[in-house]
């Protein structure tokens, strides 16, 4: 079998299991869907809202030089134009000739040709226009007027909200720089070619964080948030060995940044950002302070001369850091001739994290388990499932990516300790509720 259609067929794979257990479905389905957006499920959100609140609690929870922040949407316009994005953010757009499909110009090696999907654009015969610069913000108007002064952009990315606010911030927090702000939001972005599930979409959610540092600072910031942001994915448990920096190069440099790399991970489909660490300069503030005349320079009893803070920015995608983990944690095993699926998510975000079963339905189980469930959700998300044989019932949380499943048997209504199946290793443990719950604790929280 050729790799591309291994690649294809993983990615139908995951595709399908999150359709099946609940993670994410296609928008609008009964419609008919709507190209390249997507609607998580209840595992789906419970996954995603972990997955933030993990990225959450290591930005600002565990820390004291960052604060967190959550700015609308829609911004003034002005702030678009200041940024550069009016002008700049804008991908190379091409169209075949003959089917009259549109590409971006600079990644044709990725993209598809929709007359024959199985080939690359210029495969069909056909001719390719010159490349025209395509503005990526969606447009609409606020208020009822649909005039030319009424169009207000919906934010292509959320540190726009972060740099208008940091004066804000500064006083209200009373942080000194070095210091940070976090945000965790949705972003828009009128892609020419979303796809590869949720990896590229028109609507997505970022965890941005940008770190004011002294000029003199950038490089020794840029180099321990890269750290910082390296360790953070290892502590999800994604294999790091399909994980990689990517430096970018002078062609690649978005027009705000001076140094840039990416975390890449290797997806079925290649090598691609997951992750992108900025060094932005003085750019940001310095475009806000001569557009607004506010006065954004930095000075305390240490930086006793007034200056523009530079900007070190972590840029993660939501939806793309959980395609990662669908890919990185997907495990086929035959287990007696049984092709059985794991989603081996790690215990600190699965959208499951103990999965209570009595083993049968009577003497007393039922009963028992019910307890054991009712503790065990004061802390832990847990599932209760009595129904169908017990292979069954940890099948189908193997396939959720629940990582312990706990069993109510016979030996449990004499001694009270019941069996605790480790997802990945398939180990069985037998303990009492008290050392389950310390035993979960220790497993979920480290
Ligand atoms: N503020 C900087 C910024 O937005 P970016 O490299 O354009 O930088 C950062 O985006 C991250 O946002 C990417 O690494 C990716 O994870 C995510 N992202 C960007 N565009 C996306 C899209 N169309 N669909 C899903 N995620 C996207």
């Known amino acids: 079998m050729s790799q591309k259609k291994n690649e294809n067929d993983l990615m139908d794979k995951i595709v399908s299991l999150s359709k099946r ?11 008919g869907g709507i190209g390249s957006t ?20 290591a ?19 002005e702030v678009w134009h200041t940024s550069g994005h009016v002008s700049e953010f804008t991908d190379p757009l091409v169209d075949c000739k003959k089917c009259k499909a549109r590409f971006r110009a600079d990644q044709l090696e990725m993209s598809r040709c929709p007359l024959k999907p199985s080939k690359s654009p210029l495969e069909c015969g056909g001719e390719l226009t010159e490349a025209r610069q395509f503005n990526l913000m969606f447009k609409t108007y606020m208020g009822p007027l649909e005039d030319d002064a009424n169009i ?51 609507e997505f959610e970022q965890m941005e964080m940008q770190f004011f540092v002294h000029p003199s600072e950038d490089q020794k910031w840029f180099d321990y948030w890269r750290e910082e942001r390296w360790k953070w994915y290892e502590s999800l448990g994604i294999n ?30 290649g090598w691609q950002e997951l992750e992108g660490i900025h060094n932005r300069t003085d750019f940001d503030l310095s475009r806000h302070m001569e557009a607004t005349k506010k006065d954004l320079r930095y000075s ?101 990516g629940c990582p312990f499943g706990i069993t109510i048997d016979g030996q449990t209504i004499e001694d009270e300790t019941m069996t605790v199946r480790d997802r990945d290793s398939m180990e069985q443990k037998r303990m009492k509720v008290g050392e389950l719950i310390e035993f979960l604790e220790k497993q979920i929280y480290g």
Not at 21 to 31: D, L, M
Not at 59 to 77: F, K, Q, S, V
Not at 354 to 370: I, Q, S, T
Request: charged fraction near 30%.
């Open 21 to 31: 257990r609940g993670f994410v479905f296609p928008s609008s389905e009964i419609y």
């Open 300 to 400: 305390d009893d240490v930086y006793t001369e007034k200056f523009i803070p530079y900007i070190i920015e972590t840029s993660a995608g939501v939806d793309r850091t959980l395609l990662t983990l669908l890919v990185d944690g997907y495990d086929e095993v035959e287990i007696k001739g049984e092709k059985r699926v794991f989603m081996r998510l790690s215990p600190k975000i699965a959208p499951i994290q103990a999965a209570v079963f009595p083993l049968v339905k009577k003497d007393g189980m039922p009963e028992f388990a019910e307890n054991v469930y009712h503790e065990l959700k004061k802390r832990f998300k847990t599932f209760y499932d009595v129904s169908g044989a017990i292979g069954r019932r940890y099948a189908r949380m193997d396939e959720a």
């Open 59 to 77: 930005m600002t929870n565990r820390r004291d030089d960052i604060e967190g922040l959550d700015a609308a949407i829609l911004m003034h316009p």
């Open 38 to 57: 997507w609607d998580y499920g209840p595992l789906g959100a419970e996954l995603k809202r972990n997955l933030k609140n993990y990225w959450w609690d």
């Open 152 to 202: 207000v952009y919906i934010r292509p990315e959320t540190a726009q909200g972060i740099y208008v606010n940091f004066l804000n911030v500064k006083n209200s927090s009373r942080q000194k720089i070095p210091f940070g702000i976090a945000q965790v939001g949705k972003a828009f972005r009128n892609e020419i070619t979303p796809g590869n599930f949720i990896f590229r979409t028109r």
């Open 240 to 269: 790091m060995d399909k994980m990689r920096w990517h430096e970018h190069d002078e062609k690649e440099l978005a027009h705000y940044a001076k140094t840039a790399f990416d975390i890449e991970y290797e997806y079925p489909f």
